[in-house]
């Protein structure tokens, strides 16, 4: 399972910062990742990082969040400063973990966090 924390509600031009834990019995984690739900929106990609680290960010995001993981505390952060009103949504972490047993990798969704950017 994902447990995600962090969310909560900040002034525009303020910091926050997620983190997702990964748990159970884990061979190797994949690409880990954040999404995000606006209210009446669809899910948007936001960051991901491999395990070699290389990342990605959406446009709207770029210099502003930064995400980065642990893999032997088995972690994914996203640190984002400069919020703006618009970055309000519910957050979900994302990874592709292969269980003991498997050969295959499985995506697991953490429950979201949300963040609400307001003044």
């Known amino acids: 399972q994902l447990q995600a924390s962090g969310g909560g509600l900040v002034q525009p031009g303020g910091s926050l910062r997620l983190s997702c834990a990964a748990s159970g019995s884990i061979v190797s984690i994949g690409v880990m990742g954040w999404y995000r739900q606006a209210p009446g929106k669809q899910r948007e990609l936001v960051a991901t990082?491999?395990?070699?680290?290389?990342?990605t960010y959406v446009d709207s995001v770029k210099g502003r969040f930064t995400i980065s993981r642990d893999n032997t505390k088995r972690t994914v952060a996203l640190q984002m400063n400069s919020l703006k009103p618009e970055d309000t949504a519910v957050y979900y972490c994302?990874?592709?973990?292969?269980?003991?047993?498997?050969?295959?990798?499985?995506?697991?969704w953490g429950q979201g966090t949300l963040v609400t950017v307001s003044s």
């Open positions: 990082i491999t395990s070699g680290a290389s990342t």
């Open positions: 994302k990874a592709g973990i292969r269980r003991s047993g498997n050969t295959y990798y499985t995506d697991y």
